[in-house]
């Protein structure tokens, strides 16, 4: 079973960038899919990105396409989601998420895996 840390939320101004970081910690990440997701106050929680660890295949929502950016470290065991030109409406709760599949799933309910969660927060 693995577990997730996530860390890089914070505050920063619209059109600024945040790194985000998903370490898995009790086994690595081989054979797994990683997710990335957002909850702002009062929404369902929402798909972001995901990422394949075998070939690092990856996925975005429309929202994000074209600012986001999901990678992998082998090494460390940690999916990054580079965040840029950020807007205020990506403000929310980010969580990673991860599952078994092969597939990069965009569903919350199919990640069996979750993080804390990390806040970010985008000011106009």
């Known amino acids: 079973q693995v577990q997730l840390v996530e860390s890089g939320g914070g505050l920063v101004q619209a059109g600024g960038s945040l790194r985000l970081s998903c370490a898995a910690s009790?086994?690595?990440?081989?054979?797994?899919?990683v997710g990335w997701f957002r909850q702002a106050s009062g929404k369902e929680r929402e798909y972001v990105a995901g990422i394949r660890w075998s070939d690092s295949t990856t996925r975005y929502s429309d929202s994000v396409k074209g600012r986001f950016t999901i990678s992998r470290d082998n090494a460390k065991s940690t999916v990054y989601l580079q965040m840029d030109s950020l807007k205020p409406e990506d403000t929310a709760v980010y969580y990673c998420?991860?599952?078994?599949?092969?597939?990069?799933?965009?569903?919350?309910?199919?990640?069996?895996?979750w993080g804390q969660g990390t806040q970010v927060t985008v000011s106009s």
């Open positions: 998420a991860a599952s078994g599949s092969s597939w990069v799933l965009d569903t919350a309910t199919l990640y069996p895996y």
């Open positions: 009790g086994r690595s990440f081989s054979g797994y899919s």
